[in-house]
């Protein structure tokens, strides 16, 4: 374990303040980790002190902003293959910068040693969080994988004594088949923050930006290049869209491990004029407002996609695997979904078809319907707050 010194300067919390120990493997821009900031901007500092491990050395995405908010980042690497050396590190954390009232973890599985660390140091409310459905990956798991997986929901169900997921599917994945009948266990919609979503866009330019005509048909996708999220059949269904539309572009948004495998699939298929890699962004509701026609999101499977959400309150026509959550269809109009054993033709076409419902829910009506919703960050911190005061 190594501690940034800066963090190590004196700090004072007022006793009447709660105080929350949030455990992240790395604070970069995914889903969760976007949501979890959209909750440290909007949660009331004043009563609630929100303090983040995470499990790598790297550099995270919003580690600068988590310090300027008045929080304090912990650096706590772990071997995947010997996690149990974590122990005395992480009793040395605690020590350090504690006492925490609330240990909130989001590492999945994982979560369930974490929350066992936390029972045997003390910390009275634990929250095992859920942000993904894993099911199908037990599907040929090890001898060593499934001992694993049962080893951490025994602790799991034995140490949280509060269990969140973001959907029902991935609340059953953690939480058991029968989550229903433990009070403990809840369904917490992670909130989005909708003041970007209402911002005047000026479309031609954001496309100039990204080099893409302003007339042109553009399906757009917002993914880490992950095996989850299913670049390689996403890349076969654009090869097919361009057989009836030559001049369309895909618009991919994120970064990730399998992004030169993606590449090297792109330009083997000829697409490589047609295709924008755009990286990170910071200003995804923009790119969604400015740029995209049509959003594309074939993941092989999902805890909810809160990027799909935010597609939806762009006013996006959506296609979308039906193995994702339907708690995420919001704006039904917008939403199609197709089995994933479809061939890329018949993907395609139902992009090509659902392009045709652009303005069939103008953008400030599907706005409007998410704000009303679970989704909308106000509600979500509520609830934390609520949470966090047991």
Not at 10 to 32: D, N, Y
Not at 258 to 284: C, T
Request: proline share 5%.
């Amino acid at each position: 374990m190594e501690i940034d010194e800066n963090e190590l300067r004196p700090f004072r919390v007022s006793s009447f303040v709660k105080r929350i120990l949030h455990v992240m493997a790395w604070m970069g821009r995914g889903g969760a980790e976007t949501w979890l900031m959209n909750v440290l901007r909007h949660i009331d500092r004043k009563k609630f002190q929100m303090d983040f491990i995470v499990q790598t050395m790297e550099p995270g995405h919003y580690d600068s902003e988590i310090r300027s908010l008045g929080s304090r980042l912990i650096y706590l690497p772990v071997n995947k293959y010997r996690p149990w050396t974590i122990v005395k590190d992480f009793k040395q954390i605690l020590k350090k910068y504690g006492p925490y009232d609330v240990i909130h973890s989001h590492v999945h599985h994982f979560s369930g040693f974490i929350l066992r660390l936390a029972h045997h140091n003390g910390i009275k409310t634990r929250i095992a969080h859920c942000h993904n459905d894993n099911s199908t990956l037990r599907d040929g798991a090890g001898l060593s994988r499934r001992f694993y997986l049962a080893l951490t929901e025994h602790w799991v169900k034995k140490y949280a004594t509060i269990g969140l997921a973001a959907s029902r599917p991935a609340a059953s994945d953690l939480f058991g088949q029968a989550w229903e009948t433990d009070p403990r266990w809840k369904i917490h919609h992670c909130g989005i923050d909708f003041v970007p979503f209402k911002a005047a866009i000026d479309r031609e330019k954001v496309r100039s930006e990204l080099d893409l005509p302003k007339d042109c048909f553009v399906v757009g996708h917002v993914g880490r290049f992950v095996v989850q999220k299913n670049h390689t059949f996403l890349v076969k269904i654009f090869h097919e869209i361009v057989k009836y539309e030559p001049e369309a572009r895909l618009l991919l948004v994120s970064a990730g491990p399998l992004q030169q495998i993606i590449k090297r699939q792109i330009d083997e298929a000829g697409l490589s004029d047609r295709v924008i890699f755009a990286g990170l962004r910071s200003d995804v509701p923009r790119l969604m407002l400015g740029a995209m026609d049509v959003f594309l999101f074939p993941s092989l499977y999902e805890g909810l996609g809160l990027v799909l959400i935010e597609a939806q309150a762009s006013g996006l026509p959506c296609v979308i695997s039906d193995v994702i959550p339907e708690e995420a269809d919001v704006v039904k109009p917008l939403v199609s979904r197709l089995s994933l054993s479809e061939s890329p033709s018949v993907w395609a076409k139902e992009v090509l078809k659902m392009r045709d419902r652009m303005g069939f829910v103008a953008q400030p009506e599907a706005l409007a319907r998410i704000e009303k919703s679970s989704f909308n960050i106000s509600q979500s911190v509520k609830e934390l707050e609520s949470i966090y005061s047991l």
